[in-house]
């Protein structure tokens, strides 16, 4: 990622107004460029270990109908890209801020069925914990994030030893970037390995979700 992003974006947070937005339309449009690139880079080289869903790149334009902070665009570029279904779930994301740059990868919104899935599977076995406490994916990410329930969701038992994990609604891992990181040379490739790293995780989820409590492919 070249330096120009970060400068951009730097300056954008301190001056997240029209005004100066608009007269600064050409600095904003070749960083914009530059950061498209590294990502379109990013989904090039995760596409030939991985099928994806088309690459999104979010647009810096903030809805601010329904928020209380009314600044009109966001303080930075990300991407997010899928992985194709049916038969692969979860998706990955960049996120390029200041200081505050991350990757994350998982499932950040199942749906009902979905959840209620993953909640049996944690139940019965624990696949997905002693592949959260590997030593690839706890160096990479640390411990597993997302929101979650305050007690017990309806149907399990509050005592269950893994009630940590059935508790949560979003099955998330981060790994945070420095700017060092994102300015790096290899950027993009770092991007990618770490993505891939990830793989244990969002195959085990997938794997659940296309089957039964059985094992049995739905």
């Known amino acids: 990622m070249e330096k120009k992003v970060l400068d951009f974006l730097k300056k954008l947070e301190k001056n997240n107004n029209r005004e100066w937005f608009q007269d600064n339309k050409t600095i904003f449009e070749d960083s914009k460029q530059s950061a ?17 869903s088309p690459l999104k790149i979010y647009r810096i334009y903030r809805d601010v109908r329904f928020s209380t902070d ?7 570029f990300s991407m997010y890209v899928g992985r ?3 038969d692969n779930r979860g998706g990955y994301y960049l996120h390029i801020q200041p200081g505050e740059s991350f990757i994350g990868v998982g499932f950040f919104g199942p749906n009902k069925e979905d959840l ?53 609604k979003q099955f998330l891992l981060i790994h945070k970037l420095s700017d060092e990181d994102v300015l790096s040379k290899d950027f993009t490739d770092k991007v990618v390995t770490v993505f891939k790293a990830s793989r244990p995780f969002v195959n085990y989820i997938t794997d659940v979700l296309l089957t039964n409590l059985n094992g049995e492919k739905i």
């Open 70 to 76: 009314k600044t009109p665009y966001k303080n930075h």
């Open 116 to 168: 209620l899935r993953i909640r049996k599977e944690i139940e019965l076995d624990d696949e997905l914990q002693q592949i959260l406490q590997s030593k690839e994916i706890k160096k990479t990410f640390g411990d597993l994030v997302g929101e979650e329930v305050k007690t017990a969701p309806k149907g399990f038992n509050k005592e269950h030893e893994r009630i940590n994990l059935i508790k949560k």
């Open 36 to 52: 498209d690139v590294a990502f379109q880079e990013v989904y090039k080289k995760l596409s030939s270990s991985d099928e994806l």
């Open 84 to 86: 194709q279904q049916p």
